[in-house]
């Protein structure tokens, strides 16, 4: 049963040795990827692949990514592969790109939630890769979050979330984007990004040399990338700056907790004495704010406030992942 793991937080020496241990025993295993921790297992064992499932309290029907050690492993995983996907991962890779394709066809159905098709990406993280490289094998992972929770981006959040339903979590410190890795289909007739993440829409234009689609209805390609997703316990809700500027002296009488990034509010929240306890300063850079914004959340969500008020972040494609995710919270 996933309830009855004694969960190590597997740290220093030895610690990546012993996740290895672990995966290759079939288990499956929190590991720190650049984007988030993700929650690993050896993608061609489905009795692994089923702990992931079971741990998460995640639909069957939700496709998992597959993470290689380097794009050599592409044939081992995927068919019909278009030169574009080679060129992507000579940019990308190691990275936070996942690249969805054609499955080869010993691909297990319980990795691709049922699906033809398989993301596929080459993560980042040290410690991530040196798993990878060392094990020579694909491991999937989606995010070390239970069911529509947070993904988390610190080793604490998977084990408050995953605690007693997975044998380890590899500590490997806080993650570099903190949001998660952009999926690009490459199998549709024109390819078009189906979830934003750190590499941009301009990104990829520029390095295919002509525009990528980007479908607003996520939730028909992608399984599992539904409206409600990457959500707070709090009610999370979304103000622009002006609305902010406006609302802030009643908000004071409120058990309320402001995320703010702009300095016409900072500046405001410290002019009305808005208790430090209760807003919560991210930088005014998109990357940055991607970084601390699921972590903000976590820590804000344990001090129980009634509401979550978030100040609308600029629009620019830069911004993109971040929207998609702060307005997916406020779902
Ligand atoms: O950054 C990331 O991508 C992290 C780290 C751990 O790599 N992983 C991650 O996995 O976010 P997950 O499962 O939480 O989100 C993956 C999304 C899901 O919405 C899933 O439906 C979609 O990718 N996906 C995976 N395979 C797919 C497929 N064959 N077709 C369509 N969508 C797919
Ligand atoms: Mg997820």
């Known amino acids: 049963m996933s309830q009855n793991y004694q969960t190590s937080l597997l740290s220093g020496e030895n610690s990546v040795t012993q996740a290895m241990e672990l995966l290759q025993k079939g288990e499956a295993v929190a590991l720190p990827t650049e984007t988030v921790y ?8 489905i009795i692994a692949v089923n702990k992931i499932f079971e741990a998460k309290g995640r639909p069957k029907n939700h496709p998992l990514i597959v993470h290689i050690p380097d794009v050599s492993h592409l044939e081992n995983w995927a068919k019909t592969i278009p030169n574009i996907a080679y060129d992507l991962a000579t940019l990308f890779w190691p990275g936070p790109l996942s690249i969805l394709l054609q499955k080869a066809d010993h691909v297990h159905y319980e990795v691709t939630g049922g699906l033809d098709t398989i993301a596929l990406r080459v993560p980042a993280h040290p410690l991530f890769l040196e798993v990878l490289t060392k094990l020579n094998i694909g491991l999937a992972a989606p995010s070390a979050n239970r069911y529509k929770q947070l993904s988390p981006t610190i080793a604490e959040q998977v084990m408050q979330g995953l605690g007693g339903r997975i044998a380890a979590v ?9 949001l998660e890795s952009t999926i690009l289909d490459l199998v549709s007739e024109k390819p078009r990004v189906l979830r934003a993440g750190p590499v941009t829409q301009q990104q990829l234009e520029t390095a295919m040399g002509h525009s990528v689609d980007t479908p607003k209805n996520h939730a028909e390609a992608v399984p599992g990338n539904i409206e409600a997703h990457y959500q707070p316990s709090t009610p999370l809700r979304i103000l622009s700056s002006a609305q902010l500027l406006e609302k802030i002296d009643s908000l004071l009488q409120k058990n309320c907790h402001l995320i703010v990034w702009s300095d016409t509010i900072i500046e405001r929240c410290k002019k009305v004495n808005f208790p430090v306890s209760k807003w919560s300063n991210l930088e005014n850079d998109a990357a940055l704010f991607g970084r601390d914004l699921y972590v903000t959340l976590y820590r804000v969500d344990q001090t129980f406030p009634s509401q979550i008020i ?5 629009q620019s494609d830069a911004w993109a992942a971040v929207n998609d995710r702060v307005s997916r919270a406020s779902a």
């Open 38 to 45: 993700g929650l690993a297992a050896d993608a061609s064992d």
């Open 170 to 178: 590899l500590e490997g410190g806080p993650c570099q984007h903190g």
């Open 310 to 314: 978030i100040e609308k972040p600029p």
